[in-house]
């Protein structure tokens, strides 16, 4: 009776997860695909009513340079808030006529918005990474975006393919994988985040919460956070009943992770902001707020860690008792005779959906990171699914860790 139990129980969870598997993939390479720009026919904002905050620590001199050259190209206004740096930063800032903030001791990027942002009296605020590159296109179509019902738009991430070429081929291709999902939940309304390296901003919507002590120290159990401060402001947008967008052929360029410890460590803290904010959203009822869609993603791929090895875990469980329980002497005589026994068991297609049904649900997914991906497309796909690796075992560790509290004020 016991081992009947254990055979159902496995039949149906092992169906259950195949079928979650193989919609997760499947409707989401749809979506992504279907989901087309919007083209406004009027633009309630130009560019002159745009002023750009940048933080700034110990960021290279020359890419930084270039971010705000970038900048003055366009003509907007900006404003460097030095977080506990001071040059070359200012110096490269007042040349190119921005204006500079040094703030002496070093208290993260969240207070260095919080700053910057008092002296934005324009009606749209960018919030832009100090490693970031835009283009005036990119810019132009991001406000555009901005109608009655629009809080926040984001652009597209590039990564610059220069320093270590394998960094950027699995940084790409992550960004890539990240654009597929954040399309097909964009479809249905709001973005999944406005990311931190570049976003707008209605000022007179996000000022009053930038400088609030909810923003500038957010807490779990009596420790600060300091990850996710632009998820953050993307769940805020979209609580005060305005619409997140992202604008995904506006592109922006960001440097790659210098290496693959840098890359780890990058996704471990993505992960992790990923699991706060997965809790927060069904504590305070906001998880619907995206559409059916993102609670569906966001319960699959935050439990998926566990589900996988509960999957294998039960698997390995059956084979076991399978051998304990047979009498015959030879493991190879009994797998010919159990595969033998599947193939002519009306059962057989119901097996071989189970254990490869989900691997086939893959491929239409492959194939739009592949449309996605802008170059050198094969090499970013091969050494892309290093990316795959390093998630999975990030997501475990987060896990693992999440209750360690030193990671949130790191």
Known sequence: MLHLFHGISYFVYSLSFTIITILYFSLNSFFAIKSKKKIEKHSMYTLSDLTAVIPVYKENANLF??????????????????????EPYKSITERYGGKFIHLKEHKGKRYALAEGIKYVNSPLVMF??????VTKDALQKMIKRFTEDVGGVGPNIRIMSEGNKYAYYYSEFFERLSEIVNRAVSYFGSAIILSGQCAVYRTDLVKPYVTSSQFLEPKLLGKRIV??????????????????????????????????????????RWTRANYLNFIREIADGSIGKRGTLY?????????????TILFVYMDFSKIMKLFSSTKIISSKIFLLLDIQA?????????????????IVSIIPFVLTIIYLIPEDKMRTLIFGSIALAVQYVASLYAIITFW???????
């Open 65 to 86: 340079e270039r971010v705000i050259r970038a900048l003055y190209d366009i003509g907007i206004e900006f404003v460097v808030v030095g977080d506990s740096s001071l």
């Open 128 to 133: 832009l990474d100090s490693d970031t590159i």
């Open 227 to 268: 990850i996710s401060d632009d998820r953050d402001l993307t769940n805020y947008v979209i609580k005060s009943g305005y619409k997140a967008v992202r604008v995904f052929d506006a592109i922006v360029y960001t440097k790659c992770p210098s290496d693959i410890k840098v890359f780890t460590k990058q996704v471990i």
């Open 295 to 307: 609670v569906f993603d966001a319960i699959y791929t935050n439990l998926l860690p566990l589900f």
């Open 342 to 358: 599947r193939f002519h068991s009306q059962s057989y297609l119901l097996y071989l959906f189970i254990h490869y049904g989900s």
């Open 404 to 410: 360690w509290q030193d990671w949130l004020t790191r």
